[in-house]
Structures are given as C-alpha cells and as structure tokens.
C-alpha cells in the first residue's frame, strides 16, 4: 500500500517531465502573423487568441490596417472557423464588408 500511494504522489511529476521534453520544433508562435483576405491582399495581423471556457482556441484578435501611417487601424474578433491556416497565415474568405461588420476588440 505505501508503494501505491508513493507512486501516486509522483505520477504528476511524470507528466510534468513529458511536457518539458515534447518536441516543440513544428510549434508557430500566432502573434503578429498575417491574415490575408479573399483578394490575396493582406488585411491585417493577428494580435491575442480568444479562448473558450474549455481553454481552447476560439477567435482571433486581428489588427486590421486601415489608414495612413496605421492611423486608423482597428483591432476585430474573427472566429476559428471564418479562417484557413495555409503557407505559415491564416486567409479569410470574408469581404470587405463582413470585415466591417467585425465586432471590435478593445482591451
């Protein structure tokens, strides 16, 4: 019986230690990467990830450029499932008009 409570106490640092030796070459860090629209051209880049109350990835906060000397950028939420991830950015098939129609983010 002490061994099994011996090996219950340590069984989290065995996870612990599996974490710190994951490979994380293949890993993408999401701040400032691109987001480019229907047209090909690029809207914006992203800001923060939104999670849910499970933890995981649900929107995306996108600074969307938009003005002179990014004078009048926005920052807007746009949800997982409105983007594609493909060649290291996410693309959008939204126009400009459901761009607009973005709820806006400001933290």
């Known amino acids: 019986m002490k061994k099994l ?3 219950a106490m340590f069984a989290p640092l ?3 230690a599996f974490a710190q030796t994951a490979d994380i ?3 993408t860090e999401l701040d400032d990467v691109r ?3 229907s047209d090909g051209q690029r809207i914006g880049e992203i800001e923060e990830v939104l999670i849910d109350s499970t933890g995981m990835p649900a929107a ?3 600074e969307v450029e938009d003005g002179f000397l990014d004078l009048g950028d926005k920052e807007v ?3 997982m499932d409105a983007l594609t991830w493909e060649n290291g950015h996410y693309t959008t098939t939204m126009t400009p008009d459901e761009m607009n129609a973005l709820p806006v ?3």
Do not use: E
């Open 14 to 16: 065995a996870g612990m």
């Open 105 to 107: 983010w400001d933290d």
């Open 77 to 79: 939420v746009i949800t």
């Open 25 to 27: 070459s293949s890993y």
């Open 35 to 37: 987001v480019i629209g």
């Open 60 to 62: 995306l906060v996108v």
């Open 5 to 7: 409570m011996i090996a």
